[in-house]
Structure formats: C-alpha cells, structure tokens
C-alpha cells in the first residue's frame, strides 16, 4: 500500500504519519491491500482540513474533514473512510456471484437443477386457494335523474367535449348536428371515448 502525503502550509509529523497509517490499516483489513492512497493535510485560517483518497477497484473513496487540530481533522476523515470502505465492501459482496456446484454426471438432471438453484432437498411452500362464487351477486340498482349529464340542445363535438369537462361528468349524453344520439364515456385512464347509438 502506497501513501502520498501533501502538506499545504503544514507540516507533517511523524505522529500524524502514524495516525494516518493505523487508522488506513484498519481500512485495509477491510479491502485488502490492492488500493494506493493519498492525503492532503492542509491549514486555512485556524481551520485544519484533512483529505484522504483511496484508489479502490470501482472508483475512488474520498473523506473530508475540519477540525481545531490535525490530529481530530485526521481522525474523523478516517472514520468516514471506514464506512465508505464497509459499505463498498458490502455492495461489492452482494454482486459478487456464488460458485455453483458442478453437476459429476452422478446425480438425476432435477437433482442437479436444485444443486443449481441452491435447493437442498425437496421443501414445501404453502398455497392459498381463493374461490369465487359460483353466480354474481348483483347489488340493487338505484336510478339518479341527472339533467346535469344530458345536453338539451344539439352541438358538435368539441362543444361536447369542453362541456362534459365543463361539468365534470364521466358520462355526457347530446346530440350532433344530424340528430343522432352520441354518448362520451371517461375511461378509468382519464380518455374520452365516444359512443354512437343507432
């Protein structure tokens, strides 16, 4: 594991070299020792800052931190490190593909379908059956009189369309120009259709 320290109006000391090495120890038992890794300690204005980038397979890991001293700033910015280290290993872990036994030739071709999918041996799953009923039940049918739905004179089509969106109903009966009885029906998808009676 390589570590390129960069001082920015500081200088780095040998405890602070040390901090930085057993806190990127830990993050190496983490990852293993396939990343280089670089730190940048830098002071502004009685701030101390501390950066640490860490090269690993799938990008980079970055931590930053402040604090009144280094030695805090350096700290917190390898906590945070740790747990961008844990959660990439998880992430990296869940992708990652399980071998799968091979099939010897020994086993039935279903045995070897279930060694396949990581089955065991034979298991259960519990199945609900819901039943129907046999005939519909039908509810009473209660009849509204609505003038509100219905257009008293005769208009055209996009007269019937605004009004039916005008009084907001889901079913408008008119008739066109011709005097043919037309029906607009609003789908569940909020869509017009029109419906033509003989």
Wanted: hydrophobic fraction near 40%; proline fraction near 4%.
């Amino acid at each position: 594991m390589n570590v390129e320290y960069t001082g920015r109006q500081f200088e780095i000391t040998p405890a602070i070299r040390k901090e930085v090495e057993t806190g990127l120890a830990k993050i190496r038992k983490i990852l293993g020792d396939g990343f280089d890794s670089k730190v940048i300690l830098a002071v502004e204005k009685h701030r101390h800052k501390a950066e640490i980038t860490i090269s690993a397979r799938k990008g980079p890991l970055v931590a930053l931190a402040q604090a009144r001293d280094m030695v805090s700033a350096v700290n917190e910015a390898l906590e945070h490190l740790e747990k961008q280290a844990v959660k990439y290993k998880t992430k990296w872990r869940s992708k990652k593909r399980h071998a799968l036994k091979k099939w010897n030739g020994d086993a039935t071709e279903a045995e070897a379908m279930q060694v396949a999918a990581g089955i065991a041996g034979p298991t259960t799953v519990p199945v609900v059956v819901h039943q129907f009923p046999h005939a519909a039940r039908s509810a009473e049918v209660h009849i509204l009189r609505s003038d509100d739905a219905v257009a008293l004179r005769p208009m055209t089509l996009e007269e019937a369309i605004k009004e039916a969106h005008f009084r907001d109903r889901d079913v408008f009966v008119f008739r066109d120009k011709k005097g043919r009885v037309m029906v607009l029906h609003r789908t569940r998808d909020g869509k017009l259709e029109l419906i033509e009676a003989p």
